[in-house]
């Protein structure tokens, strides 16, 4: 099944009934003097609904979870939401009691403001772990955020940079199809470039069918589909597990892992119900999917110093987890991203890392290949765990490429998994490593 | 206890009736224009024993395991032995059936030329991943090195030169000490500077008390200590229990690890056994360990590109394995890493690495802390989850050191480890990250 769609502007402004706004109210207190230099970039979002909306949401499994995942997670339980604010240069993590009241704060002000009910609010950050949140500022600037609410693309635009960290871009797409005769629109914005390796669920639990679990990534989604709660959450939960959760910078996962999604059911469609055979809930669940790929894809492109955006496409393994399993400890072995740096086809070090993973690899069944667009059909360097004829200069044009897919075959059952890596950089390094000249300036 | 020992020179020709010896036989085929231009550093060393030993090992539990450690594995049952020939430049890994007939081949020329039994020889290989031995170089290599056989320390220097790789020097201990009235020598070489995170067990299949399981490294260790089969195999297992297995420089595990120990009885002691409550095993386990602890921290100082060397203390985990898994964590995560590499005390990393690590963690109990050897009061940064007042520029000089301690309390049981660890650079990248170029310099 492929729904049409088309890609419109807008990105959680396009659905019908949603205003936004970004602005700046110095989180990492430059005014004081003990922020850093990095400039008046805004720094407060909020997204808000004209009307009440159904909510669901996904959250990082991190057991040291942020404070405002804490307050999201106990507020999905009604599911009824009208707003988000979001703030970056602060996770509100490992801020202990105060950190929990201040998120709470940060949404009784948001609703204040808006004259809506507190628990209408959610609440996500974004930033340096363990600073206490300068709540004089957050006030001032969901005051500022709530007069310049607007529905116009650039209205959406202040909040998309206003949740940057060490993003270099915004991160936006929404998206507009039929279901059932009306015209639906979806949403969204991300933010994401280091601390990235999400797993998250619908209540921070583990669950056990997610193997390796490791951003700060935010991710808040807008629908003016009119859809049940339940069905929501199944949708969101689905489509997460095949795009943000499918997503590897650094392979350490972060304590704030947040996505967020909004349905206020302006559209006026018929009701979106999973438990209904109909196929509006699959096209729903298609464009979800889009959305939610599209924006995860954005986040390991501008990785951190990241040069190359890889593709693996594992087949054949034991089951699901295992190729989850797998395909990870490729993706996240250090060795095997530092050659894919320097664009090396190092296959030596991939079969070291399905080896060592805790996956069930037979050296003499792994097959692997690489293609990229311009080179569609798979060059398979390994058959049985063997180098084919294939020369290295040919693999090279291949992993020389900005984008390439690497395809495992481990031809040991039917388990598969797709996942999306960067490749890791000097750059990575020399920007994490930090200024300790300037405490500010380093990184959550 | 305590046992008083001296540290010799001669490392493995140390203990009475060892020689050794390291030779060039060109194993990068630089000779016929397709090998690397490292120059003529010895690839070839042969390590013997007068008289028959006993012999213990432990390797590499990576499921795509090297053919020499497949040979090893074997071998190991009959548990005799009286020579070790070893290569770099080549690890013989993903090589197929020609790669293990290439490895007894190794074997079997040795004992030839030793005029030994073909089962007594070990073999071990380093370098290259998924490259054909070149079996001419080899025996010629072979030759050279027995004729040069000899019992001085300089002999020893050239057979630890020859297995280095990537490492910028060789390494190489020997102690000597009283059991039961006798001078007995521990003497030991190894080599390894990246893909080192060893787990390595007796027969290469993982035993479910090593939760995290990732260098090619290779050590040699050789005893004129009398100490029965079942007993060395004991001492080994244990002293790299408490040495190998708790290093890390990258998280990669290797094909190859490989730790062999020969015990030849010259000493004249009373044979040592576990299964006696003597005092003896207790002494010969602990310098054992002496001369594992110090070889393994060896690796991680020289680890490639590695500007720091970090002790992680992790005590108050909920059991042992709970504890490795949650120092494993802190040790392999790519962010913690490049702080310490800035010098940064960066804490936030730590919490965010403890928190989406297996292990049990309770956000509100847990303490961290830094300390060095001019500073071995520790400073606890987090206590309860929480900053402490000790001041970030205190805790930055602490950090700012070439070594350093990092001091974790999880508050939530009687597990404990302790992880040797390094930092993670641009240099390592830069190294890492290839010359397509010239493919012979690609690491393995």
């Given at each position: 099944m492929n729904a049409e769609y088309n890609i419109i502007p807008g990105?959680?402004?396009?659905?019908?009934?949603f205003k936004a706004n970004g602005v700046f109210c110095d989180i990492k207190r430059i005014g004081t003097g003990k922020g850093s230099e990095k400039g008046q970039k805004p720094d407060l979002a909020l997204i808000c609904s004209d009307e009440k909306c159904v909510t669901a949401g996904m959250f990082t499994t991190n057991q040291v979870c942020a404070a405002p995942v804490k307050l999201c997670i106990q507020r999905m339980k009604k599911g009824i939401a009208r707003a988000i604010v979001a703030n970056s240069g602060?996770?509100?993590?490992?801020?202990?009691e105060q950190g929990l009241k201040d998120a709470y704060e940060m949404a009784d002000e948001t609703a204040r403001v808006l004259n809506?009910?507190?628990?209408?609010v959610l609440v996500a950050s974004t930033g340096r772990i363990g600073v206490l949140m300068p709540m004089e500022n957050i006030k001032s600037g969901i005051h500022l955020a709530a007069e310049n609410l607007g529905s116009k693309a650039k209205d959406a635009d202040k909040a998309a940079v206003s949740i940057?960290?060490?993003?270099?871009r915004s991160k936006q797409i929404a998206v507009e199809f039929n279901l059932s005769g009306k015209t639906v629109r979806i949403g969204g914005m991300c933010k994401g470039a280091g601390m990235i390796h999400p797993g998250m669920s619908p209540n921070g639990k583990r669950p056990t069918t997610i193997s390796g679990l490791h951003a700060t990534m935010l991710c808040f989604l807008t629908t003016d589909a009119k859809i049940d709660k339940k069905s929501l959450q199944e949708a969101l939960q689905e489509a997460v597990a095949q795009s943000f959760n499918r997503i590897?910078?650094?392979g350490d996962m972060s304590t704030n892992d947040t996505v967020l999604i909004l349905a206020?059911?302006?559209?006026?469609?018929t009701e979106v119900s999973s438990s209904k055979t109909g196929k509006a809930f699959k096209t729903f669940l298609e464009m979800l999917k889009v959305v939610c790929c599209e924006l995860a894809k954005m986040i390991v492109r501008d990785g951190e110093g990241a040069s190359r955006f890889v593709t693996i496409y594992l087949d054949g393994a034991r089951n699901n987890i295992d190729a989850d399993t797998a395909a990870r400890a490729v993706a996240n072995s250090v060795l095997v991203k530092t050659s894919w740096c320097g664009g090396d086809p190092n296959w030596g070090r991939i079969m070291d890392a399905l080896g060592y993973s805790n996956a069930k690899i037979v050296e003499e069944k792994v097959d692997i290949g690489y293609s990229n667009s311009e080179s569609p059909k798979i060059l398979w360097a390994i058959k049985n765990g063997r180098p084919t004829e294939v020369s290295f200069a040919d693999l090279c044009k291949i992993v020389g490429n900005k984008e390439f897919n690497v395809h495992i075959n481990l031809n040991n059952g039917k388990g598969s998994t797709v996942i999306y890596s960067s490749d890791l950089t000097e750059e990575y390094v020399d920007f994490n490593k930090g200024n300790v000249s300037d405490p500010t300036l380093l990184g959550g």
């Open positions: 990105s959680v402004v396009a659905p019908l009934g602060n996770a509100n993590a490992c801020t202990g809506i009910k507190d628990e209408e940057m960290t060490s993003d270099t590897t910078v650094d206020n059911g302006r559209a006026g469609n």
